[in-house]
């Protein structure tokens, strides 16, 4: 067996992936956020406005979820869609000043508990973690 698989890679992620979502559940459920409308507002803070589908992968929601999701975000100001000026089939979601208001509010606490994260795995190995995890990824696109 190769190293790192008789821990059961699996198993390892799951409980590494539970652990800091629970934390950061925890820090959103203070400001009133969800984890799916946390992952849509720090998507669209770069400032340009996405399509659904780039969504959809990045908040890894079912479309008709991520669309409800959407509905209700729009209806609280938080985002809104506008059609794209070079594809017109395609519609595009942008970040609403109020939407930028709360992220930022939010980004800060979340923000704060990253770093007290860090402070406990160590900068180093949390940016050796943060290295293999993405070659990770990668090889399994």
């Not at 203070?30 to 992968?57: F, Q, S, T, Y």
């Not at 794209?84 to 000043?97: E, H, I, M, W």
Request: aromatic content about 4%; proline content about 4%; overall charge neutral.
């Amino acid at each position: 067996m190769k190293p790192g698989l008789e821990q059961g890679l699996a198993q390892l992620l799951s409980q590494v992936e539970s652990r800091v979502t629970r934390r950061l559940v925890t820090v959103l459920r203070a400001h009133d956020c969800e984890l799916a409308e946390w992952r849509v507002l720090r998507l669209l803070a770069e400032g340009h406005g996405r399509p659904m589908n780039e969504i959809k992968d990045f908040v890894m929601l079912p479309g008709p979820t991520l669309t409800k999701l959407i509905d209700r975000m729009v209806a609280n100001n938080l985002v809104y869609r506008r059609g794209d000026v070079v594809d017109r089939r395609r519609v595009l979601v942008f970040l609403a000043p109020r939407g930028v208001a709360k992220y930022e509010i939010i980004r800060a606490a979340v923000d704060s508990d990253q770093l007290e994260l860090a402070e406990r795995i160590g900068d180093e190995q949390l940016a050796e973690l943060t290295r293999a995890l993405s070659q990770v990824a990668d090889a399994l696109q």
